[in-house]
């Protein structure tokens, strides 16, 4: 069974940074592109970052784009976020996501981040 643990959320001052982890168990690492969502209350879950399954294309929503960074460690099984400049509106539940065709099939529990003013 695939699963997906994330890690590294918490409270951060706004400006700040936060890197979040998503360790995979299960399946094969390498064939599932991966990506990171967030949800804040009372919104819908909304996409934030994606990396292919090589790591060679990364694509990003407008608003975190030049403050975000998606990257992956195949040997280690693991896909991190790195949040810099961050602001309040990143506020979050985050969640990683798996994919090995078109739909995300696989979620972690998801880890809050919380930016103050």
């Known amino acids: 069974q695939v699963q997906l643990v994330e890690s590294g959320g918490g409270l951060v001052q706004a400006g700040g940074s936060l890197r979040l982890s998503c360790a995979v168990s299960?399946?094969?690492?390498?064939?599932?592109?991966m990506a990171w969502f967030r949800q804040a209350p009372g919104k819908e879950r909304e996409f934030v970052a994606t990396?292919?399954?090589?790591?060679?294309?990364?694509d990003y929503r407008d608003s975190v784009k030049g403050r975000f960074t998606i990257s992956r460690d195949n040997a280690k099984n693991l896909v991190y976020l790195q949040m810099n400049s961050l602001k309040p509106e990143d506020t979050a539940v985050y969640y990683c996501?798996?994919?090995?065709?078109?739909?995300?099939?696989?979620w972690g529990q998801g880890t809050q981040v919380t930016v103050s003013s």
């Open positions: 990396i292919s399954r090589l790591g060679r294309s990364t």
């Open positions: 299960g399946g094969t690492f390498a064939s599932f592109a």
């Open positions: 996501g798996a994919r090995a065709t078109y739909n995300y099939d696989y």
